[in-house]
């Protein structure tokens, strides 16, 4: 039925063109053609501008996840740097309790010193791990390169070779990313 209504369409142009003179058919023909070129040239500058337009908001989006990923990083690991200072603290707090003899933990002048620190250190545990900052487990452990620092190699009959045995410093982990290795002594073979 189309094809029908395309005979009856050209028929009624041929019929307007009759007692045209030829040359102007020409070139009427030709700026047809011309149009044609033109409407093909400006439909693919169109198709090309729809695609850098795409690739445009691709990349565009691409840049706001990353921004948004970097600011989500630095909110969580803001503290980093301030986090390894305060692990020294804890460090000399903990060595500090170490150090006070059974005799003077029993000591009715000292246990108020003692009942103090120890509450010191028990609040800094707290604080870390409101922060996300949590202790590497080692002791028994295979030393795990990413999460320990082999310091020496102590000769074992009872541990298995690359077992850690001794831990010089604890190691901390803020929320998955390393804060500091524990530093560790680890199982060799006994000569």
């Known amino acids: 039925m189309t094809d029908k209504k395309n005979e009856a369409a050209d028929l009624a142009v041929e019929k307007e063109l009759e007692g045209v003179p030829e040359h102007l058919k020409q070139?009427?023909?030709e700026t047809g053609n011309a149009a044609d070129l033109k409407i093909a040239e400006l439909e693919e500058a169109l198709s090309a501008a729809k695609?850098?337009?795409?690739?445009a908001q691709a990349e565009t989006q691409n840049v706001r996840r990353r921004m948004e990923k970097e600011a989500q990083d630095a909110k969580a690991y803001a503290a980093t740097t301030f986090a390894r200072d305060v692990l020294s603290?804890?460090?000399?707090l903990t060595r500090?309790?170490?150090?006070?003899?059974?005799?003077?933990r029993e000591d009715d002048k000292m246990k108020a010193l003692v009942?103090?620190?120890?509450?010191?250190?028990?609040?800094?545990?707290?604080?870390f791990a409101k922060n996300g900052i949590t202790r590497i487990a080692a002791m028994g452990l295979p030393l795990d390169p990413n999460q320990h620092q082999a310091m020496v190699e102590i000769p074992s009959a009872d541990a298995e070779p690359g077992t850690i045995v001794a831990e010089m410093q604890a190691g901390y982990m803020i929320k998955d990313r390393l804060l500091r290795p524990a530093l560790v002594?680890?199982?060799?073979?006994?000569?």
């Open 27 to 29: 070139d009427a023909a």
């Open 51 to 55: 695609q850098d337009v795409l690739y």
């Open 89 to 92: 603290v804890s460090d000399n």
């Open 96 to 104: 500090a309790l170490e150090a006070i003899p059974a005799e003077l």
């Open 115 to 127: 009942a103090g620190l120890e509450a010191t250190g028990r609040e800094l545990e707290s604080v």
């Open 185 to 191: 002594g680890v199982a060799k073979k006994a000569e």
